[in-house]
């Protein structure tokens, strides 16, 4: 039971455009998401987080938008630069630090 | 400030073979965790660690994997015997405890990347 569901695995996006990756999430007692970014033979790190008490969250090119009703969360990059090439996982957790991830979307920014 | 250290950073073993990995989280992170992650999946949960209890095990097949934290500080996770199934990268992370905020920022060593042939 995939319980944080990124449906598109792949996304290209021309430098200097919007990246908007989506995630959708199942379990009602989630209570704080987030995203992780991950570069080839490296461990993931920590983007960008939101609370469900709220329902965006910005950080410099990186906004997250929390939509709790339909339980969809989206990053916004803006503007997309070659750099920000690399798997993203959305994530989520009801509490005790345990979190569930997505399958990842990996996004290509291109020339 | 160092990261999160782990090695080796790959291993190729025999089926049936026994494999460890080690794990050194950055200094003064009580949590420890363990996460296995499957191509093409995301990291899925092993074990947690609040100092050197295992608090979460639920998703450890504990037929064959183990793990030990036996100071608080570092830890060992062990298959034995290995499956061709349980080629994947093995993640730890470590983080500072919880205490009174609903999340605290896990940090990602750079796996293990195990090929059981």
């Known amino acids: 039971d995939q319980q944080v569901k990124q449906n598109s695995p792949s996304l290209s996006v021309q430098e200097g455009r919007i990246s908007i990756l989506n995630c959708d999430y199942t379990?009602?007692?989630?209570?704080?998401f987030l995203w992780y970014k991950k570069y080839p033979a490296e461990g993931p790190t920590f983007l960008i987080s939101?609370?469900?008490?709220?329902d965006k969250n910005e950080d410099g090119r990186f906004t997250v938008f929390l939509n709790k009703s339909a339980k969809h969360l989206s990053l916004h990059i803006v503007p997309s630069q070659p750099g920000d090439s690399a798997v993203y996982f959305c994530?989520?957790?009801?509490?005790?630090?345990?979190?569930?991830f997505g399958t990842g979307t990996q996004l290509k920014v291109e020339l | 400030e160092a990261g999160v250290v782990q090695s080796p950073r790959y291993k190729i073993i025999e089926k049936k073979q026994p494999v460890a990995f080690w794990c050194n989280p950055i200094?003064?992170?009580?949590?420890l965790y363990w996460y296995l992650q499957n191509l093409g999946q995301g990291p899925e949960l092993l074990i947690r660690?609040?100092?050197?209890?295992?608090?979460?095990d639920s998703q450890l097949p504990k037929d064959r994997f183990s793990a030990e934290r036996l100071k608080g500080v570092d830890s060992t996770l062990k298959i034995q015997p290995a499956e061709l199934g349980d080629s994947a990268v093995y993640l730890c992370?470590?983080?500072?405890?919880?205490?009174?905020?609903?999340?605290?920022?896990?940090?990602f060593g750079p796996g293990t990347r195990l090929t059981v042939l």
């Open positions: 660690y609040e100092n050197e209890e295992a608090v979460d």
């Open positions: 379990n009602s007692m989630f209570d704080y």
């Open positions: 939101i609370s469900s008490i709220k």
């Open positions: 200094s003064g992170h009580n949590t």
């Open positions: 994530a989520a957790t009801g509490g005790g630090n345990k979190l569930t």
């Open positions: 992370a470590s983080s500072p405890s919880l205490g009174y905020i609903p999340y605290n920022e896990q940090f």
